[in-house]
């Protein structure tokens, strides 16, 4: 009786461990033998235990701030900038399918862009059109991230500093 006992609260327990509880704004990605089966919102969800595992994905807005990158502007100026992007995850599947950490390869995706855009743009423009510039960015990264299951909401530069022309030159003459 003392066994029978056993098995059933083992039964139980492992029953328990196949409930899982989804909050709003996250979605449970969930795998069988390392497919992903299904997508699921907010609420209590049972998943086989021992085929399924499951994976909860944060679909809030998230800011990201880039660190400092030192680029160059299309008339050769050095400037160090950096910039914030509000992003979230609008395909919880892709999300955790194409990249790794949607967190960090944004990010990436964000310096890389940040880099390239401003190498289009001279300085002047940089500095006066910054609602342009944001609106190039954005979409530039839009472009990348859209196939990670990421939404760009927006991407503001942050700090612009120019750096010093280089005066170690010697003057010919």
């Known amino acids: 009786m003392e066994i029978f006992g056993g098995i059933v609260v083992l039964l139980f327990l492992i029953m328990?461990?196949?409930?899982?509880?989804?909050?709003?704004?996250?979605?449970?990605?969930?795998?069988?033998l390392g497919k992903v089966?299904?997508?699921?919102?907010?609420?209590?969800?049972?998943?086989?235990?021992?085929?399924?595992?499951?994976?909860?994905?944060?679909t809030r807005l998230m800011a990201l701030e880039t660190p400092v990158v030192k680029a160059s502007t299309l008339d050769n100026r050095s400037v160090n900038i950096a910039a914030v992007c509000m992003f979230q995850v609008g395909d919880a599947k892709k999300a955790v399918t194409k990249v790794e950490d949607a967190a960090k390869?944004?990010?990436?995706?964000?310096?890389?862009?940040?880099?390239?855009?401003?190498?289009?743009?001279?300085?002047?423009?940089?500095?006066?059109?910054?609602?342009?510039?944001?609106?190039?960015?954005?979409?530039?990264?839009?472009?990348?991230?859209?196939?990670?299951?990421?939404?760009?909401?927006?991407v503001e530069i942050k700090d612009l500093q120019v750096c010093d022309p280089d005066t170690s030159e010697i003057a010919p003459g």
């Open 105 to 154: 390869a944004t990010a990436g995706a964000a310096q890389l862009v940040l880099r390239n855009i401003v190498g289009q743009i001279d300085l002047n423009n940089l500095q006066t059109e910054q609602k342009g510039v944001n609106k190039k960015l954005k979409g530039a990264l839009e472009k990348q991230t859209r196939e990670w299951g990421i939404n760009i909401k927006s």
């Open 37 to 58: 089966i299904a997508t699921k919102g907010s609420g209590i969800h049972l998943i086989v235990p021992f085929l399924d595992s499951a994976e909860l994905v944060d």
């Open 16 to 32: 328990l461990s196949g409930i899982k509880v989804v909050k709003d704004n996250t979605r449970l990605v969930v795998y069988r």
